[in-house]
């Protein structure tokens, strides 16, 4: 669905004549570029959490969704409320934001014994979105 959109804002852009690095468009490509990099990051991570922390902790579904919390809270929080950043500044946070989902599936590991699971894995989502949240908040305007 996302995609299509995505496809369908491209061919109005063109067939307008409109610039394709302008506006809504280009909201949506930094979107999904910013998620291709995040991506590597956030889930080779966790991949390398969830493979060692495979005995210690019983992993529930909603801890491998949590790989990409951090991402759509920094994403919305860009989309509603806007701050005056570059491209740089995008592709930057794009990058840092996946750092997050590997630190909140460590949070889960090393809870774990402790805590229950359903409490563990709640940590760690929230610290996937405080951390999202502190980035798109604390990180300056970077030129281009």
């Known amino acids: 669905m996302f995609l299509v959109g995505i496809a369908e804002s ?3 852009a063109l067939k307008d004549g409109a610039y394709i690095l302008e506006g809504a468009v280009a909201v949506l490509m930094s979107l999904v570029l910013t998620f291709a990099l995040q991506g590597v990051v956030a889930f ?3 991949a390398v959490v969830w493979r ?5 902790v019983w992993w529930m579904p909603i801890d491998y969704v949590a790989a990409v919390v951090p991402w759509c809270c920094w994403a919305l929080l860009g989309l509603l409320a806007p701050t005056n950043k570059s491209l740089v500044n995008i592709l930057y946070e794009g990058v840092l934001i996946g750092f997050a989902a590997p630190l909140a599936a460590l949070l889960k ?3 774990a014994r402790w805590l229950p699971a359903v409490w563990s894995t709640g940590l760690s989502l929230c610290l996937g979105a405080v ?13 281009e």
Do not use: T
């Open 52 to 56: 060692v922390g495979r005995n210690w």
């Open 109 to 111: 590991l090393s809870l």
């Open 44 to 46: 080779g991570g966790c």
């Open 10 to 12: 491209l061919i109005f």
């Open 131 to 143: 951390l999202a949240f502190a980035l798109w908040r604390l990180v300056p305007f970077l030129g």
